[in-house]
């Protein structure tokens, strides 16, 4: 069966610092990967999404980046985080069809 | 721009106590629209997809339904572990297969 891991489960960083969010998905090959945010009282908003490995595709202009170096490894990263990333950060992944499935997130604060 | 609204934004229910979320949506085309259910600290949960209006999915206590508007997430007689927030998120035909745009959910709560 397949399962999607993410890493580490709550972080807390200075603004300013660097980050770097991790997702690896096990059980299935080639699968489309994606980093969503979701903000205290707000819906899920999609960040980044990849079809295969080096191709990244940015959905918002923001603070962010993403890299897939990997076929089932998707990361997110910043130079300098600001205060408006704090969040709930939700990797998923799924196949050719909509269904996605999420991983466990990772609950940022920048302070 | 598609857009997914659903309400009530919380709803309070006694256990055994039936009732519906709605989930309304406007879309260039609809593709499918899914329903999650998120836990707190917890990623969300797949529940349905439904593609076509007419068309129910069924499990446990819940019941989806769709029509060309909305669609509603009927609970039949809930329990306390039904408490969570249920996402409703449609993706567009336009969209392809990457973007689902979601709605920001009801937080439903079942007290025993």
């Known amino acids: 069966s397949q399962t999607i891991h993410q890493w580490p489960a709550t972080l807390v960083q200075p603004v300013g610092s660097p980050l770097s969010l991790e997702c690896t998905v096990e059980?299935?090959?080639?699968?489309?990967l994606y980093w969503y945010r979701q903000a205290a009282g707000r819906g899920l908003q999609l960040l980044f999404y990849s079809v295969g490995i080096g191709q990244i595709s940015s959905e918002v202009p923001q603070n962010l980046s993403a890299s897939r170096p990997q076929d089932r490894q998707f990361i997110l990263s910043s130079k300098k985080l600001l205060l408006s990333d704090s969040g709930f950060y939700l990797c998923?992944?799924?196949?050719?069809?909509?269904?996605?499935?999420f991983g466990p997130g990772t609950r940022l604060t920048v302070l | 721009e598609d857009q997914v609204t659903q309400s009530p934004e919380a709803l309070r229910l006694q256990e055994g106590e039936s009732s519906s979320l709605n989930c309304s949506y406007t879309v260039s085309g609809l593709r499918g629209l899914f329903w999650y259910r998120q836990d707190p600290g917890k990623g969300p949960e797949f529940l349905f997809t439904?593609?076509?209006a007419g068309e129910e999915k069924e499990k446990e206590r819940l019941k989806a339904t769709l029509t060309k508007k909305e669609s509603f997430l009927h609970i039949t007689a809930p329990k306390p572990e039904d408490s969570a927030t249920y996402l409703c998120a449609v993706q567009a035909t336009k969209q392809g297969a990457q973007k689902l745009v979601f709605g920001q959910g009801t937080r439903l709560t079942i007290n025993p």
């Open positions: 059980g299935t090959s080639n699968p489309n």
């Open positions: 998923a992944w799924s196949l050719s069809s909509g269904r996605k499935f």
């Open positions: 439904l593609y076509s």
